[in-house]
């Protein structure tokens, strides 16, 4: 009897587990394969959320937790956490056994995990590889990550050739969209009625969704970037309505947040903010406001799927395939100001979202199910590009 090929996807954030959540359905419910789940970083953390409680509710068996966040969100302490993770995951899959661990992404908990996963010769297999970010390290991180790991599941074909070009096997490079644009497909959204009730919060004439992560290598501070934004925002008074949705654990998130929950406490009739809407919610969210403005990845990869515009703030996302429903601007005031105002004139009906067609994880599940040595993948051949040409 042949036995069934272990599957371990690791998970750290909210926005990574909506990416991931489709896939993990598919694996769960293959009959080749075994789901192993590791949950770590802001999954666990009660000031994020505790979001692992929704893997649960969803129907996922964690199989390990991997506690890795500081107290501290200083460059310091974001090295730790990496080092405390490494420790942690190490553990985990000596326990776990799996025979391919999957990751996403370009998070420093991730990275944590591929450094355990490397060095205990477990293959890795890497969604999302390959894209430029040119304003924060997470350009280093995923970068490291795809040299690290034995099968690539791109989002599109500039990310497939770039792969390449860091001499990974062509023939393990799989050109697989976006998970994201799968979920979108098929989830039913709460229409309008709903989602103000669920929000307790009226929608004005105008609506955005906010969403700004720190932007790791710049000079300026990101709180005097993120004060720009709000100081834009507030040129446009109680005519607008504003949904935040608070960063990540990254470096100096926390301040962020508390600079967000500042603001909408002086603002309680047209502003709200969330730790976590929810996958369900965010996308909900999605349908109904004019725009989406900050530095998320997800400005890119999903907002194009619901026909609205992105302002995309600076440079963080700088490198990524971009369309034209998304405005660029600098974190500067009037910027952003202006892209808002431009932001109710433009016509995003015709939008084709380059990120995918919505099959996505049944193409990863396909690969990951077939028929070669999953042993043989640990031993990788640098594959040469002809750069004369």
Known sequence: MISKRIICVVTGTRAEYGLLSPLLHKIKNDDDLVLQLIVTGMHLSPEFGLTYKEIVTDGFQIDAKV???????????????????????????DRLQPN???????????????????????????????DTTEGAFDEAIRHSITKMSHLHFVTNESAAKRVRQM???????????????????????????????DLNFAFKSHNLLVTFHPVTLEDEHPAEQFQEILDGLDAFGEELG???????????????IQMIDEYVAKRPH????????????????????????????????????????????????KGRIQIESVINCATEKKAIINAIKDSFTI?????????????????????LKGNFDVRGLIKKHFFEVDCSK
């Open 167 to 197: 001499g990974e096997n062509p023939k393990h490079i799989y050109c697989v969209g976006s998970p994201s644009i799968d979920l979108i497909k098929n989830m039913e959204l709460l229409n309008k009625d709903e989602l103000e009730k």
């Open 242 to 256: 504003v949904i935040f949705t608070k960063p990540n654990s990254d470096t100096y998130g926390r301040l962020l």
């Open 100 to 130: 391919l661990m999957v990751v996403l992404g370009d998070r420093y908990e991730i990275l944590a995990a591929a450094q355990a996963a490397m060095v205990a010769k477990i293959p890795i297999a890497h969604i999302a590889g390959g």
């Open 347 to 367: 016509d995003c009906s015709n939008i084709v979202n380059p990120y995918g067609d919505g099959t996505s994880s049944q193409k990863i599940v396909n690969v």
């Open 67 to 93: 506690e890795m966040l500081m107290s501290s969100d200083t460059p310091v302490g974001i090295a730790k956490s990496i080092g405390m993770g490494t420790i942690g995951f190490a553990d985990a899959l």
């Open 270 to 317: 047209h502003t709200c903010a969330y730790t976590s809407l929810g996958q369900k919610r965010y996308y909900s969210v999605l349908a109904q406001v004019d725009a989406v403005l900050g530095n998320s990845s997800s400005g890119l990869y999903e907002v194009p799927s619901f026909k609205k515009v992105t302002i995309n703030v600076g440079d963080r996302q």
